[in-house]
């Protein structure tokens, strides 16, 4: 008989190990200073003590950091390890037979039982010698000492003491016996990115429409002095649709029209003509310097750039004329144009993925990232990632993160949901995600519990937005005020990471195209806009209020800790975030109904929040300032609409009261 097992005696299976992406095909991701909570199966035959431990360490570093793992329940094993630095993390998971632990199980039970015997003490006296021949020399030299204690014959009594000693079971742990330890299979990775792919406030508009006056063509100099509006707002990144040439060629009119009028400025996606390509600046809006300008204001107001790729092309982009291979003819010899049926994009052509001159196509549209990092830009949008080819995602990303671990890639994929998580899988930081259309109370839980709760959270970061240039709900479309903001609380809230496209938001534009369609009238896709940002029902105040709740309570900046809430009206919803340390607290209810008024009793698991059932505790209107002292697990909410739509509560757990009968927190 042929043996091909390596070492029989490896007798520990180590199964389900958390977190893992399809099998260790992907790897999960982190952002810095998370910690990283780590879980396998792990388990032998019959009846000895195991041992575990956790084995991590920073890509390309060959010391590894042992952490022993602890047992929970059903052979489920735990430990965690904390993530400093972006870049690669690799761990793996150790078992093995503890025989020392198993000796020492068992003969506490014989003591218990006072069944134990002088050779029960032999054979502990072996193992701690065992152990003496894997310590260090002054360890050693006790460990042996105990040995021959446990061998001299003295009475059982004394041997127990000697046997059970505190110091001398920590000691042992210190040299485990790992001859026959079983490793897991393969390495796990960690892909570990900025603190800005969890939490981030995004803010859009077009540099276009940022001129002072009507009709005017907007620069980067006017786009810095947009600049601490944004920041006043609390947004932490600011992201400009693409600002490369205009193709000339189908240039769209306004509202799309298929032929367009001199002067008319088309559309931003339809990028090249003449004045060049993907890596230059359209004219109008300035020079390189004047971006990088822009780009260093942004950074001094703690905004961070984001930058539209839209790997496509105008029937006038340079690569049409030097790469005709990388566009896809049709049989008359003519290049096809972009379409999704009936809808028709002249003005754009696609990249054929499938082109013979595949690898020439990859390595410079690699290097469009490049360059635009080279020019301060670290966080891409990236243009309907799912009409290219999977794989030219994997290596692009790979490739440019192995030297520029911090960019970050924001997928623009509204598409089927397992083509949304994969392009998660190969590498892109955040997604937008369905969020527009979940209206209703329990779609909304439904969905977002998938998102925060389920195996997709190790890989797949959503982004909610309650609107985007190409976006204009219905519910936006027809409710008015109090449908913005709705919608707003629900994004920020709901999800760490967020965006609006302004001014359009907090200016509440929305009148469509026409009746059943999302597509804005007079959109800035075709046209330069002009916005009065001072307006008095502007949302700025909202939003800005909203932003700085967001930027200072933890909960709010991440996604796991989100739980819903009963709460006893449909049209009411309500949900809890708590940060890591458990120290910050906040639920947030929102009245879905745009037009009345709606109440409802709030009902909170009390132990699972650890609010104390026996005292009042605080809930403080973050949004208003206003509190509400509220006792036990259920209590009473009313929203009006047409004053807000919503409470962002910051639950006080610890309420103290003295004798004047103020609270002190």
């Known amino acids: ?365 690699k290097s469009v990232f490049l360059y635009w990092i080279a020019q301060g830009v670290t966080i891409f949008r990236v243009d309907n990632p799912h009409t290219k080819a999977f794989p030219f995602w994997e290596w692009a990303i790979a490739e440019i993160k192995r030297d520029h671990p911090e960019v970050l890639f924001f997928a623009e994929a509204f598409t089927r949901p397992k083509i949304m998580y994969r392009l998660a899988k190969l590498g892109f930081s955040q997604s937008y995600t369905y969020f527009p259309w979940r209206n209703g109370k329990a779609e909304i839980a439904v969905y977002l519990t998938e998102l925060s709760q389920s195996p997709v959270r190790e890989f797949f970061r959503p982004n909610q937005w309650p609107n985007t240039p190409d976006i204009l709900t219905e519910f936006l479309q027809v409710d008015g005020r109090a449908a913005f903001v709705i919608r707003l609380l629900l994004a920020a809230t709901l999800g760490a990471n967020y965006g609006i496209y302004g001014p359009a938001f907090e200016l509440m534009e929305n009148k469509p195209i026409r009746h059943g369609s999302e597509e804005y009238l007079n959109s800035e896709k075709y046209e330069i806009r002009h916005w009065d940002l001072d307006r008095p029902d502007s949302l700025r105040p909202v939003v800005a209020r909203v932003n700085a709740i967001r930027n200072s309570n933890p909960a709010l900046q991440s996604d796991w800790s989100l739980r819903f809430h009963s709460i006893d009206n449909d049209q009411l919803i309500a949900y809890t975030k708590e940060s890591e340390d458990r120290s910050n607290l906040v639920l947030t209810v929102v009245n879905l109904d745009p037009y009345h008024t709606q109440s409802g009793f709030v009902t909170l698991p009390l132990d699972q929040l650890e609010i104390p059932a026996d005292r009042a505790y605080e809930a403080e209107d973050m949004l208003t300032g206003e509190r509400y002292l509220w006792h036990g697990p259920r209590n009473y909410v009313e929203l009006n609409p047409a004053r807000l739509s919503g409470h962002i509560l910051k639950i006080h757990r610890r309420l103290k009261i003295e004798t004047d009968f103020e609270y002190f927190l």
């Open 1 to 365: 008989m042929t043996l091909t097992q390596n070492d029989g005696r490896k007798r520990v299976i180590i199964e389900g190990i958390s977190p893992v992406v399809d099998g260790g095909r992907f790897p999960a991701k982190r952002t810095v200073g998370d910690l990283v909570h780590v879980e396998a199966d792990i388990f032998t035959d019959g009846h000895d003590a195991i041992a575990a431990s956790l084995l991590a360490h920073r890509a390309g570093s060959e010391s590894w950091t042992e952490i022993p793992m602890q047992a929970l329940v059903n052979d489920r094993w735990t430990a965690a390890f904390r993530v400093g630095e972006i870049g690669r993390y690799g761990f793996k998971v150790q078992g093995w037979v503890d025989h020392f632990e198993t000796w020492r199980r068992d003969l506490l039970k014989r003591i218990a039982a006072d069944t134990d015997a002088p050779v029960d003490y032999l054979i502990g006296a072996g193992l701690i010698a065992e152990t003496a021949g894997r310590a260090s020399a002054k360890d050693a030299a006790w460990l042996l000492k105990r040995a021959s204690v446990l061998r001299s014959g003295d009475r059982v009594a004394d041997l127990r003491i000697h046997a059970t000693d505190t110091a001398l079971h920590e000691l042992i742990l210190r040299y485990p016996d790992k001859r026959f330890a079983t490793e897991s299979d393969r390495e796990l990775s960690i892909v570990v990115d900025p603190v800005r792919a969890r939490f981030s406030s995004w803010y859009e508009f077009f540099p276009r429409s940022t001129a002072p006056q009507p009709v005017a063509h907007g620069t980067f100099a006017d786009c810095e002095k947009r600049l601490p509006y944004v920041a006043e707002m609390g947004f932490n990144v600011v992201y400009l649709p693409p600002i490369h040439p205009i193709g000339r060629m189908f240039r769209k009119g306004p509202n799309n029209t298929p032929e367009s009028e001199p002067g008319d400025c088309g559309s931003p996606w339809a990028i090249g003509s003449a004045d060049g390509g993907h890596k230059e600046i359209h004219r109008e809006l300035g020079t390189l310097a004047d971006f990088r300008s822009f780009v260093a204001s942004a950074k001094e107001l703690d905004l961070t750039v984001a930058l539209d790729i839209a790997f496509q092309a105008a029937p006038d982009h340079p690569y049409v004329r030097d790469h005709e291979s990388w566009f896809r003819k049709r049989p008359d010899g003519t290049i096809q144009y972009a379409e999704n049926p009936p809808k028709k994009y002249q003005d754009i052509y696609p990249f054929d993925f499938e082109s013979d001159d595949w690898q020439g196509m990859w390595e410079e549209l």
